[in-house]
């Protein structure tokens, strides 16, 4: 972390953030919506965005677990591999998803459990 940027005013806080992750955010359309509403935007931007860095292999989340969180993936790639995919470790089962793509969406719709594996 940089402390310099504990300095900051909340609002300034709260902007650069927003500016941040309003890349991958706004490819959402309700988020795209949202943008139009800075405020509240911003708002999204501080309380309600995490972000966390994986290295190559790390787990993202693993099946049968609660989907906590919608994930938008701001750099890099992530493979997804379905559980119950008859062909568990082929090409066709395991999918990337990269940059501005988004997993585990339903999350902010709905109690979820993650019905595959990705890293």
Sequence with gaps: QVHVLGMLSDQLQAELRCAVTLACLSKHPLFMRLAEFTEAMNQVAMHS???????LGDTLFAAGTDAKHAICIRSGSVFYNKVDSEELGSLE??????????????ALW?????LGEAY
């Design 93 to 106: 089962a395991r999918r990337a998803a990269s940059r501005e793509d988004w997993l585990c969406e339903a």
């Design 110 to 114: 709905t109690t979820w459990s993650h």
């Design 49 to 55: 965005v995490e972000e966390h860095s994986l290295a």
